[in-house]
T-cell receptor
């Protein structure tokens, strides 16, 4: 299984951009890069995903390195509600082509007012 | 619209007692179903995933089992709970994958917090 590596924690000031890094040096050509976030006492929620090109949606942007061995989730203007654990995940397939997403420990993002 | 429900939300059980957590999905057919566990201060661990009725894969050896008696029902069970089974259990579903380049966004339930004493 391809693995991801993220910093355990990060801090950012409110209303400033946040760049959350993720390394996935063993990524395969067909692995999508997913980002989820988990607020306290809740289940994770989907943030964004991508394959090769940079992606933007209403929540965030995803910048993917040209060699795909790393990616960065960008929150353009952090708010206190963005404080959460952010997970970078590679979609995995079992031997039968079935999907599964394996979460690591993620990055705990703290927003400073 | 699709919804996912799991219950009970909170459970306190003595060591050695049985466990049954239930999860149901509405508004979709043939979903992939998943059980995750999150121990205190730790990441999410995939316990089981299922691509269909009676088709369940176990990710880690453990004291737990899973069953899928109906297409949209996923049950997590234990015959005898251990202290180490305490944690936050999350059920999730995704659209059935084809093995092709479909990302398979996961949708999570509200979670069940289990405390084993």
């Amino acid at each position: 299984d391809a693995k991801t590596t993220q910093p355990n924690s990060m801090e950012s000031n409110e209303e400033e951009p946040v760049h959350l890094p993720c390394n996935h040096s063993t990524i395969s050509g067909t692995d999508y890069i997913h980002w989820y976030r988990q607020l306290p006492s809740q289940g994770p929620e989907y943030v964004i995903h991508g394959l090769t090109s940079n992606v933007n949606n209403r929540m965030a942007s995803l910048a993917i390195a040209e060699d795909r061995k790393s990616s960065t989730l960008i929150l353009h203007r952090a708010t206190l509600r963005d404080a959460a654990v952010y997970y970078c995940i590679l979609r995995d397939l079992d031997g039968f082509g079935n999907e599964k997403l394996t979460f690591g420990t993620g990055t705990r993002l703290t927003i400073i007012p | 619209s699709q919804t996912i429900h799991q219950w009970p939300a909170t459970l306190v059980q003595p060591v050695g007692s049985p466990l049954s957590l239930e999860c149901t999905v509405e508004g979709t057919s043939n979903p992939n179903l998943y059980w995750y566990r999150q121990a205190a201060g730790r990441g999410l661990q995939l316990l089981f995933y299922s691509i269909g009725i009676d088709q369940i894969s176990s990710e880690v050896p453990q004291n737990l089992s899973a069953s899928r008696p109906q297409d949209r029902q996923f049950i997590l069970s234990s015959k005898k709970l251990l202290l180490s089974d305490s944690g936050f259990y999350l059920c999730a579903w995704s659209v059935r994958g084809t093995g092709g380049p479909l990302p398979g966004e996961l949708f999570f339930g509200e979670g069940s917090r289990l405390t084993v004493l």
